[in-house]
């Protein structure tokens, strides 16, 4: 018997997320998920009116290909998903893995090499469907949250399934005040930054791009980032698992990098000119996600919390720069892991996680629940 919750979460991802209709076709990109939700997905399409289009793969076959990965092998890649791509309406992957860390011995050189060919799908993707990226709850990701496996796919879907329509009126206040603002400045443990984001926008992330949701972003403007920026959660790009990472900018460009492997921080910054500098800040705040669980799809949400985001700014809130990385770091600030205030043209917004300002109240937990 199929578990019930697959079809209420294929249902939001069908008529919430990407608002299929008559005539859409969809892909759907399904990395090591039950073929039991794969098939509710189809279902959901249908019923829509769309034509589903399913792609199967797994992660340790996919580790395989990228061992050895070579430039034509790459374009042939890119060539055939970007024709694959501009003939769809929609798009919904779903990435589960048994082991979070699967392409921790992909050599570093080929890695850059496929994230730099494949790159403009991507931004495809991206700017020109509607799209939605989610995980599928597993044993590893149960094991990184600290959970056992029951409790956490109860979490995964009481997450995944919230009222993010709700949610979304409750952000419009804090979308307006980041198009507004200038001047962002940034305090915690560890942590004075400085940086502009006049004239470039935000944007409401309310469960139709990603599943779990829960943030508003903007970007820096590219050349005003200045002073340092300590993490405090881990954080996994490209297998390999990140602490403590620190970052020095000056005039937007970050000058010095450490962490717990240094050595591999700078590989990844040093994959292109735009991997030093920021395409995205963002502020994250879903009730019920509250530890990191070394997903970035999760840890971004984190009530709380705030990400920034060394490499690629997205379409919608641009500074220019471009990069093959786009990397979300998360910085906690709730009291419980510190503190830390964020301030817009000299209003303290936020401090210790709690939104101050009376018309952004509606984000703090107590209120979203």
Known sequence: MTD????????????????????????????????????????AVRRAGGTPLVEVRHTRVSRELLREMDASQAALVRDIEMFRMKRMHAYIAIRGSANASENADVPSDRMQL?????????????????????????????????????????????????????????????????????????????????FSIKGIGAKMCKGDRNIPDGEVFSCPVKTSVN???????????????????????????????????????????????????VGEFSLGFNPYILSPMCDILFDEKIAGSLHFTPGQAYEECDNGNRSAVHWDMVLIQRKDW??????????????DGIFLPKDLKVLNPENLK
């Open 4 to 43: 019930p919750r697959y079809k209420k979460l294929a249902s939001l991802l069908i008529n919430y997320s990407t608002q299929i209709k008559k005539g859409d076709r969809a892909l759907l990109d399904m990395i090591d998920v039950p073929d039991e939700f794969s098939v509710e997905l189809v279902r």
């Open 338 to 351: 510190g503190g830390g205030e964020v301030w817009f043209d000299g209003e303290l917004i936020r401090k």
């Open 114 to 194: 496929y994230s730099k060919t494949i790159r403009p799908v991507q931004d495809y993707r991206v700017n020109k469907t509607r799209w939605c990226v989610l995980r599928w709850p597993t044993p590893s990701m149960a094991q990184a949250a600290g959970m056992s496996t029951e409790a956490f796919e109860d979490l995964y879907f009481d997450v995944c399934t919230m009222d993010y329509a709700r949610m979304a009126r409750a952000m419009i206040p804090l979308e307006k005040r980041m198009k507004r603002a200038d001047k962002v400045h940034l305090k915690a443990p560890g942590t004075d930054l400085t």
């Open 227 to 277: 002073g340092t920026i300590q993490f405090n959660t881990p954080t996994l790009y490209a297998g390999t698992k990140f602490e403590n990472v620190r970052l020095e900018f000056n005039d937007g460009k970050i000058i010095k990098a450490t962490s717990n492997n240094t050595k591999r921080l700078n590989e990844i910054l040093d994959t292109d000119a735009g991997a030093r500098y």
